[in-house]
DNA sequence: CTGGATCCTATGCGATACTG
DNA sequence: CAGTATCGCATAGGATCCAG
C-alpha cells in the first residue's frame, strides 16, 4: 500500500469539487450550463477553474461551439472514466457504511468532552 | 451515480491527511511517534487533529497505555478497513495511471497559453 | 451562455513553545 | 511521548461585476 500514491491522487482531484464534477459529467450532464445548475453549491467561477484543471490532467474533454450563445460541452476521456470507477467506489462504500458512520458519531459526541469534531 | 455520496466521503475524509493517515495505518503504523516519522511533511497538530476526527467517525479506535512515557497506539476499526479498501482503489487507479496523467499535462502546458494549471 | 477580473473571507495547516 | 495553545499565513473558493 504505496501512501506516495494516494497523495498523487489527492494532489490531482482532492479538491472540493473535482470528483462530484467528474461524477456529474457521468451522469450525462455535458454543459457548463447542467453542471452549474445541477451542483448548485459550486460557483461558476469555481467550476470554471475545475473543469480547466480536469482538462489539463486529461480527465476531462471539451468541444466548444462558437454559436452565436456560446455553448461548451465537456465530456469524461477514456482517463476519465478510469478515474471514474474509483471515485464509485468510495460513493458505493458511502452509500453502504454512512448510517453506521453517523452512528458512531453520534456515540462519540454523546460520550465526553472531546473538543474536536467537525459538521 | 449518487453524487451526494461522492460529497459525504469527501466531507469525512477529503482533506489534506485522513487517508493518507489510514493508509499509513494500515501499512502497520501504530504509534502517534510512528505515523508522525512515516509522514514527514504532517505536523504533530494536524496528525493529532486528523486521528480525533478519524476516532469520531469509528474509523480508528484508540488505545492508551499511561506508562511513564505515555503512550498511545491507533488501529482501523472494521469500519476504517472497509473504507481503505475504497481508497485502495484510488491508490490503484493512480499507480496504473499516474504517467498517462502526467504525459497529459505537459501536452497541455506546451500547447497554449492556458493559464490555470496547479503544481 | 460562458468566462474572466477583482475583491474578500474562511479556514486549514504549519511553526513554535509549553505541559504532564 | 503525546497533547494543547497561540500565532500567522497561504490559499481555496464565494460574490459581484464586466465582456465577448
Given at each position: 500500500m504505496d501512501t506516495d500514491f494516494i497523495r498523487e491522487t489527492l494532489d490531482l482531484v482532492?479538491?472540493?469539487?473535482s470528483m462530484l464534477v467528474i461524477g456529474a459529467l457521468a451522469n450525462g450532464d455535458a454543459r457548463y450550463s447542467d453542471l452549474d445548475t445541477t451542483i448548485p453549491a459550486l460557483s461558476r467561477r469555481t467550476l470554471t477553474l475545475t473543469l480547466k484543471r480536469l482538462q489539463r490532467s486529461g480527465f476531462v474533454e471539451r468541444t466548444s461551439y462558437p454559436e452565436v450563445a456560446p455553448r461548451v460541452e465537456d465530456s469524461l476521456t477514456a482517463l476519465g472514466t478510469s478515474l471514474l470507477s474509483a471515485i464509485q467506489h468510495l460513493a458505493a462504500w458511502s452509500s453502504d457504511h454512512h448510517t453506521e458512520v453517523r452512528r458512531q458519531q453520534d456515540r462519540y459526541d454523546r460520550s465526553?468532552?472531546?473538543s474536536t469534531r467537525r459538521a
Open positions: 482532492g479538491d472540493k469539487w465526553a468532552p472531546h
